[in-house]
């Protein structure tokens, strides 16, 4: 019989609970992302969710030279990494706009941005420009419906607009619009709903360019929409989680994003207690908690239900649980992959079914020389 996918030749030698990345399931990601987008020039792949130098080496081999983070360390990984520009999603508050400048200094070949929504956030950003001498990038974070953060299409947004433009030591580079609460099942209310959630994002486009002021880059959506807005080829797209892919977005996408996932939790049977239980060493502080059970899903045993967790334990409850001796391992796959990654100081690299190496998760800390 042929191996599961899964299978690890020398999965002795590697401890759990432990990350483990599918070498040739990332290849088939990245490739469909380039086909999707139609090609490395308009993506801007988000890294939060693997923040892995390794990773970033690889798709800048591909042709991917831009990349969008949510935090310095992401930032200054990708810099690192050899990323010719890179964006930061996140509006620079206390310390960070001076760190992002002196991440500016030490990597003049790159170029840096941020976002805003705010003059405060404006003037700050432009402050820490002046003082490090450099010229930073700003994007104007617009809300398309999320709420989270940006301002709404219209005057005070276009007021923002002008005061970037005008700015010194900015440099105006476009707008960003992220569509986090579009992740129906169907994909026809995700396309109905993204074009009613940016038609107002397009009408103030084209008035900001009818005012002057060029929109160098469209940055739209994340990896639900992420093939919606590769109609659209004034955008650039900036999906993340479609690298190493989980079952959360797996069970509701699988015909337009036909991703695989790629990031596997390994886990052993430290316990059989009561009848019908096993107790794995894969606690909450190893795959992300925030959802409901099932927060992973076994390839061995898919119908398991999760009785307990706690922070190093996972406790199932399987009729099969007489099939499985102390030691056996299990291969998970997370339902949310991006704070599942982060728990992880290194990933196990899988390669033609074997361990071969491990990689860094590089900016799984917050800083990580800036």
Known sequence: MHPAWFH???????????????????????????????????????????????????????GITNFKTSTIAEAEMCAAAGAADVMLAMPCVGPNAHRLATLALKYPAVQFASIADDEDSIRSLASAAQQHNVTLGVYLEL????????????????????????????QFRGIHAYDGHIHDDSLDVRRERCAAAFAPVHQFRCRLQGEGIIVKEFVAGGSP??????????????????????????????????????????ARVVSKPGIN??????????????????????????????????????????????????????????????????????????????????????????????
């Open 8 to 62: 690890i030749e020398n999965e002795a030698e590697i401890p759990s609970p432990a990350l483990l990345f599918y070498r040739d399931r990332i290849e088939h990601n990245l490739q469909l992302m380039l086909k999707i987008a139609g090609g490395p020039g308009r993506l801007r792949p988000h890294v939060k969710t693997h923040k892995c130098a390794r990773i970033i080496e690889w798709q800048v081999a591909l």
């Open 143 to 170: 809300d398309c419906g999320m709420a989270r953060t940006g301002i709404v299409p219209g005057d005070a947004a276009a007021y923002l607009a002008h005061v970037m433009k005008d700015t010194p030591r900015l």
């Open 225 to 266: 929409t992420f093939g919606i807005h590769a109609e659209h080829r004034d955008r650039t797209l900036s999906p993340g989680t479609t690298v190493l892919w989980d079952f959360g977005y797996g069970d509701k996408y699988p015909a337009d994003l036909p991703f695989l996932p790629a990031a596997v939790l390994l």
């Open 277 to 370: 239980r096993l107790t794995l060493d894969l606690g909450h502080k190893s795959v992300a908690p925030e959802n409901p059970h099932p927060r992973v899903r076994f390839e061995e045993l898919p119908d398991a239900t999760a009785v307990m967790q706690s922070e190093e334990h996972l406790v199932l409850e399987t009729e099969r649980a007489h099939e499985f001796v102390i030691g056996q391992a299990l291969h998970g796959i997370p339902r949310h992959v991006c704070p599942t990654v982060s728990m992880h100081g290194e990933a196990c690299v899988i390669e033609g079914g074997r361990f071969t190496e491990c990689w860094p998760i590089t900016a799984r800390n917050r800083k990580i020389t800036v």
